[in-house]
């Protein structure tokens, strides 16, 4: 029954925000482990150094290449996926509303790759390269001609992706995005695939529901923010999108719970 409410909710929304984490790129076989972007194991790393340690912003500038031995290792997972079956529901939604916004933490480009254009992406896009010295720019589909750490081609300077490190700060001007979506407001909050324990993933969400605004979790486990959701999907993320678009498109009774 969550999955025909949500359904209705949907019909009958103009502003919705959309929140994902790495179980929305689940189905596109990459794993929902724990680091930038949801795509590295807990525990020690194979130098025995914690993964905060070597992905974060003070070992990019003082071991850039231990930093880009695991950047490398995290592009490695996504090399050769692609956008699955949720990120293109939600990309084929999007024309129907007035405001269709997707907030992602995932830094594996699938959402924009799928077709995705109003999109939050808080923790950066690892296909975006620049040079940390002279601000040259590159896209890069994948890292496997890359030196380790790679210089610029420009001014021999290092260069970085474009994500957000353990330790730095969250791009300004997506954060600048978000606040003014939620201003201007929605009136339907779904996260989808995120454990929400960053408090600027549960934030747009704890603020809906206090507004008594609907909100709806798809998730098949627990996160942060499953009490406080009115529609919780336990199920994969595109099982369920791809269901919420039949039921739009058709009117059919959901048969996921």
Do not use: K
Not at 45 to 72: H, K, Q
Request: charged share 20%; glycine share 10%; with cysteine.
């Amino acid at each position: 029954m969550s999955l025909q409410a949500l359904a209705g909710e949907l019909r009958r929304a103009r502003r919705v925000l959309v929140i994902t984490g790495a179980g929305m790129s689940a189905d596109s076989g990459l794993p929902t482990y724990r680091g930038v972007g949801g795509l590295y194991d807990r525990g020690p790393t194979a130098d025995g150094l914690p993964i905060e340690e070597v992905l974060s912003g003070a070992t990019m500038r003082r071991r850039p290449e231990l930093c880009w031995r695991y950047l490398f290792e995290i592009e490695q997972a996504c090399r050769g996926r692609l956008p699955n079956r949720g990120h293109q529901v939600l990309a084929a939604l999007a024309p129907r509303y007035e405001r269709f916004a997707v907030l992602t933490q995932n830094v594996d480009g699938f959402h924009r790759q799928a077709g995705s254009r109003d999109l939050i992406e808080i923790h950066g896009c690892l296909h975006r390269l620049h040079c940390t010295v002279c601000g040259y720019e590159a896209e890069v589909a994948d890292y496997g001609a890359l030196s380790i750490p790679p210089a610029c081609p420009y001014c021999a300077g290092l260069v970085r992706p474009r994500v957000v490190l353990f330790g730095e700060a969250l791009p300004e001007s997506e954060i600048e995005r978000l606040h003014r979506l939620m201003e201007e407001g929605v009136d339907l909050v779904i996260s989808i695939g995120t454990s929400s324990v960053f408090p600027y993933i549960a934030e747009p969400v704890i603020a809906a529901a206090g507004r008594g605004l609907p909100t709806a979790e798809i998730n098949p486990g627990h996160s942060e923010v499953s009490h406080l959701v009115r529609y919780r999907i336990r199920a994969g993320a595109a099982a369920a999108l791809q269901e919420l678009q039949d039921l739009l498109d058709a009117g059919l009774p959901g048969t996921l719970p």
